[in-house]
T-cell receptor
Framework: EPEVTQTPSHQVTQMGQEVILRCVPI?????FYWYRQILGQKVEFLVS????????KSEIFDDQFSVERPDGSNFTLKIRSTKLEDSAMYFC???????????FGNGTRLTVT | DAKTTQPNSMESNEEEPVHLPCNHS???????IHWYRQLPSQGPEYVIH???SNVNNRMASLAIAEDRKSSTLILHRATLRDAAVYYC?????????FGAGTRLTVKP
């Protein structure tokens, strides 16, 4: 069964550095999402993306964050200047239609030192 | 998205049915009700979803109240592997926001 894949599984970076988290959704997915989960806390919505533009973003998704789907397959989340509090698991999800199930990747653990 | 409320935690015995409730009193007519779960150290995974009618799949059943202001996820025979945090989410606008969910503990 096709899966949503995320790379890398673990990323360590220094505060102030830029990071790019990558996601490869299932080929028929049209709607895309990024979530994050700080250790021990709930899953937080960051952003949704459809038709090559952001549909919705949360208050967490400030100017330091950006998303793009540069080649029609990869879906990326960029954090321009990481902060210690950006340390979390980041999950990508995709949907084939508006009300179909979300398929999640296994996440990228981002550690900012 | 309309808000959902779930109990913080529930316990079940292995091999017994589990009924996980969710209240969504401000649901709109076009909101789908989705359920996901997160096993320890894993990403969320889809369980089931529905609009008005009760739904069954290989993992669980979803019972939706007639007024749609509440729903119940039913695990027919809980196993140790079902220990997870279960999230009830309404799919309305362009986001799908998770609440705090219900932490299900399954006792052998």
């Amino acid at each position: 069964e096709p899966e949503v894949t995320q790379t890398p599984s673990h990323q360590v970076t220094q505060m102030g550095q830029e990071v790019i988290l990558r996601c490869v959704p299932i080929s028929n997915h049209l709607y895309f999402y990024w979530y994050r989960q700080i250790l021990g806390q709930k899953v937080e919505f960051l952003v949704s993306f459809y038709n090559n533009e952001i549909s919705e973003k949360s208050e967490i998704f400030d100017d330091q964050f950006s998303v793009e789907r540069p080649d029609g397959s990869n879906f990326t989340l960029k954090i321009r200047s990481t902060k210690l509090e950006d340390s979390a698991m980041y999950f990508c999800a995709g949907q084939s239609s508006y009300n179909s199930p979300l398929h999640f990747g296994n996440g990228t653990r981002l550690t900012v030192t | 998205d309309a808000k959902t409320t779930q109990p913080n935690s529930m316990e079940s015995n292995e091999e017994e049915p589990v009924h996980l409730p969710c209240n969504h009193s401000t649901i709109s007519g076009t909101d789908y009700i989705h359920w996901y779960r997160q096993l320890p150290s894993q990403g969320p995974e889809y369980v089931i979803h529905g609009l008005t009618s009760n739904v069954n799949n290989r993992m669980a059943s979803l019972a939706i109240a007639e007024d749609r202001k509440s729903s119940t996820l039913i695990l027919h025979r809980a196993t140790l592997r079902d220990a997870a945090v279960y999230y009830c989410i309404l799919r309305g606008n362009n986001d799908m926001r998770f609440g705090a969910g219900t932490r299900l503990t399954v006792k052998p």
